[in-house]
């Protein structure tokens, strides 16, 4: 059986080598092509290539079993992992800026058209990675997944200026040269943006922020079909990389003994996990009716 580390894995090196095989092409067409938003893009799937190693050492080191200095496991590892990701895409972001802004104040030439070919099929690659490797972090509950996959679709934001502004450079004609850098500038406020939004839901995590609506309503309507469960009360979600800590109040009979109590958590316990297997443990609290 495929586990979601063994996902998160795959989808991690295939990452690895597309951003990797792109930021050649892009390099190799934007200095032979005399655009500096294609070399703009070079430098983010270059700086993508790292943070996606990053990802990789953050799932393997993130799912490594409990240990006597670690009792919750180590799923902590990935969302601090995630925030390294988040410096890479505003280090590629302020390069980018930089160099856009040095790029409009030198005059040079007007990007070659066949740039406009190389950027339209790295849309179109990049999109279809984004959309490949959201999934894969929506059905691993990755957060630095989600992260890696926020850097593909910036990519192909910064690939869509960058074919904006080389179109203006070649058609419109002499006085439109800086176009394609002044599409870099604006592509560098996206990544920004994006930056923004990978940190946001890290932050939650390791806050221990509340986002899990939809799994507590599975936990309760699961423990409400166990033999000898009331009700429930409490349930508390802990996110720790890709699997879950829940802490539930468990309401049963008042005049059960403390043996029974224990048997009909141990068996609420084990029917959950087995129900949703991104648990990792169930902490049981029991309540009298």
Same mark, same amino acid.
């Given at each position: 059986?495929?586990?979601?580390?063994?996902?998160?894995?795959?989808?991690? &090196?295939?990452?690895?080598?597309?951003?990797? =095989?792109?930021?050649?092409?892009?390099?190799?067409?934007?200095?032979?092509?005399? +655009?500096?938003?294609?070399?703009?893009? =070079? /430098?983010?799937?270059?700086?993508?290539?790292?943070?996606?190693?990053?990802?990789?050492?953050?799932?393997?080191?993130?799912?490594?079993?409990?240990?006597?200095?670690?009792? &919750?496991?180590?799923?902590? =590892?990935?969302?601090?992992?995630?925030?390294?990701?988040?410096?890479?895409?505003?280090?590629?972001?302020?390069?980018?800026?930089?160099?856009? /802004?040095?790029?409009?104040?030198?005059? #040079?030439?007007?990007?070659?058209?066949?740039?406009?070919?190389?950027?339209?099929?790295?849309?179109?690659?990049?999109?279809?990675?984004?959309?490949?490797?959201?999934?894969?972090?929506?059905?691993?509950? +990755?957060?630095?997944?989600?992260?890696?996959?926020?850097?593909?679709? +910036?990519?192909?934001?910064?690939?869509?200026?960058?074919?904006?502004? /080389?179109?203006?450079?070649? &058609?419109?004609?002499?006085?439109?040269?800086?176009?394609?850098?002044?599409?870099?500038?604006?592509?560098?406020?996206?990544?920004? &943006?994006?930056?923004?939004?990978?940190?946001?839901?890290?932050?939650?995590?390791?806050?221990?922020?509340?986002?899990?609506?939809?799994?507590?309503?599975?936990?309760?309507?699961?423990?409400?079909?166990?033999?000898?469960?009331?009700?429930?009360?409490?349930?508390?979600?802990?996110?720790?990389?890709?699997?879950?800590?829940?802490?539930?109040?468990?309401?049963?009979?008042?005049?059960?003994?403390?043996?029974?109590?224990?048997?009909? =958590? #141990?068996?609420?316990?084990?029917?959950?996990?087995?129900?949703?297997?991104?648990? +990792?443990?169930?902490?049981?609290?029991?309540?009298?009716?």
């Amino acid at each position: 059986m495929t586990t979601n580390k063994d996902k998160a894995i795959r989808t991690t &090196y295939l990452s690895i080598l597309g951003n990797a =095989a792109l930021a050649i092409a892009k390099g190799i067409t934007g200095v032979f092509g005399h +655009s500096y938003a294609l070399i703009a893009d =070079a /430098i983010e799937s270059s700086t993508d290539v790292f943070s996606s190693l990053m990802v990789l050492f953050g799932i393997k080191y993130s799912t490594k079993p409990p240990d006597k200095n670690h009792p &919750y496991g180590h799923g902590k =590892a990935e969302p601090l992992i995630t925030f390294v990701v988040v410096g890479f895409l505003v280090m590629s972001a302020t390069i980018i800026a930089y160099e856009a /802004i040095d790029h409009i104040k030198t005059p #040079h030439k007007v990007p070659e058209k066949y740039t406009l070919l190389v950027l339209g099929i790295v849309i179109l690659i990049k999109e279809g990675f984004y959309r490949f490797v959201s999934k894969k972090g929506e059905e691993t509950n +990755s957060t630095s997944l989600n992260a890696d996959a926020w850097h593909h679709r +910036s990519d192909a934001i910064t690939s869509a200026f960058a074919f904006i502004g /080389i179109s203006i450079a070649i &058609y419109m004609g002499p006085g439109y040269e800086t176009a394609d850098d002044w599409a870099a500038l604006i592509a560098s406020a996206f990544i920004y &943006y994006n930056a923004y939004l990978i940190f946001r839901p890290a932050l939650g995590e390791v806050m221990d922020e509340h986002f899990y609506d939809d799994l507590v309503e599975d936990i309760r309507k699961i423990s409400k079909n166990v033999e000898g469960v009331v009700d429930t009360e409490k349930c508390l979600v802990r996110k720790t990389g890709l699997t879950y800590h829940i802490d539930l109040h468990m309401i049963v009979d008042k005049d059960i003994t403390v043996k029974e109590g224990h048997t009909i =958590a #141990h068996r609420l316990k084990k029917v959950l996990i087995q129900e949703i297997p991104e648990i +990792s443990d169930v902490l049981i609290h029991m309540e009298p009716d």
